[in-house]
């Protein structure tokens, strides 16, 4: 069984000794006879397991452990406390406060096996989180795939793609939506253009303006990357982004002609960052504009073709400091 770090916590020094004695001989085992102290311990130590005393003067032991989460949120959390608190302790049991408790006077076999257990748990979330992190890794790495595969066929759109991500991902941070939102908002961003892998390279490089014929097959990328983001159910969420990121508000947009509010809100947020780095960006056929030009622009077609909300909020973050720091907006090369 590999060795964890429990910290016990208890005012009574001959207590902290009969624990010490019980655990220390499987577990490494460091001690506090305060909050305070079991506090400033928790900052410096790598901890798995903290078993507290709830009676202690300045600090019961849950509001302990209530500081304790904020600083070690990984740790499994154990109580002793007498019957008279184990209405408060049962309470934060509910609540996640604390993995459980055990009463005093504590039976040595039942303390054991409460640690014992406390540790599988504590192993089990790290494996768990251990998972979570190697799925995500390849996530990315299948994300990235896509992306230089569009990009082997037209640099441009694989640049193009990593800005847009990035301003989505703005547009959503400055309108107060969750990190989560955030993060499937940049993912469907970075994705929107990813059916242009179906779109014949001579239209999709060429130089000059395209036909009626060549711009209608252009606009096919949009349903052409729904198909493929629609072969894995991991990318099903941003599947409306990368299918509806061309309609307009006034609905003259493609493929579907939506109108307004019909046009899924996260679709209308990667179309504002979409149109501004089109702008801003040098392609073969016309020079990237200045942010003033672009800006014009964009404020010329807000409420028209783009959310003017949106378009406000992006402009917000374009022109704070954030928005400036680390890069020129006034003009860019692909």
Request: aromatic share 4%; net charge negative; charged share 25%.
């Amino acid at each position: 069984m590999p060795q964890h770090t429990i910290l016990i916590v208890d005012d009574e020094q001959q207590i902290l000794d009969l624990l010490v004695r019980t655990l220390g001989s499987e577990h490494r085992v460091i001690t506090a006879t305060n909050g305070e102290a079991a506090l400033t311990l928790l900052e410096k130590e790598d901890v798995d397991l903290i078993l507290t005393d709830q009676r202690m003067p300045d600090m019961s032991g849950v509001e302990f452990l209530a500081h304790a989460q904020a600083i070690k949120p990984s740790a499994m959390r154990l109580v002793l406390t007498g019957y008279a608190d184990l209405d408060d302790i049962i309470a934060a049991v509910n609540e996640g406060h604390i993995y459980g408790y055990v009463s005093k006077p504590w039976d040595t076999q039942e303390l054991r096996l409460m640690v014992a257990r406390a540790l599988q748990a504590y192993a089990l979330s790290q494996e768990n989180q251990r998972l979570a992190q190697q799925i995500q890794f390849g996530y990315r790495q299948t994300l990235g795939t896509l992306i230089a595969v569009l990009e082997a066929r037209d640099a441009y759109t694989g640049g193009h793609s990593e800005r847009v991500s990035t301003y989505a991902r703005a547009i959503a941070k400055q309108i107060g939506l969750t990190t989560a939102e955030q993060e499937l908002i940049a993912i469907g961003a970075l994705l929107h253009d990813i059916g242009k892998i179906g779109i014949r390279e001579n239209v999709l490089c060429k130089p000059d303006r395209l036909t009626t014929e060549e711009r209608a097959h252009i606009r096919t990328h949009a349903r052409i990357g729904a198909n493929i983001i629609a072969q894995n159910t991991d990318l099903l969420p941003v599947r409306p982004m990368v299918l509806h990121h061309h309609e307009m508000i006034n609905g003259h947009g493609y493929p579907d002609g939506m109108l307004g509010e019909e046009i899924p809100f996260f679709a209308r947020i990667v179309a504002v960052a979409d149109c501004y780095d089109a702008l801003t960006t040098t392609r073969p056929y016309r020079v990237a504009m200045p942010h003033d030009d672009a800006r014009a622009v964009l404020m010329g077609i807000r409420g028209r073709q783009l959310d003017k909300d949106l378009v406000d909020a992006f402009m917000e973050h374009i022109e704070s400091g954030d928005g400036r720091q680390g890069r020129s907006l006034k003009s860019r090369t692909a």
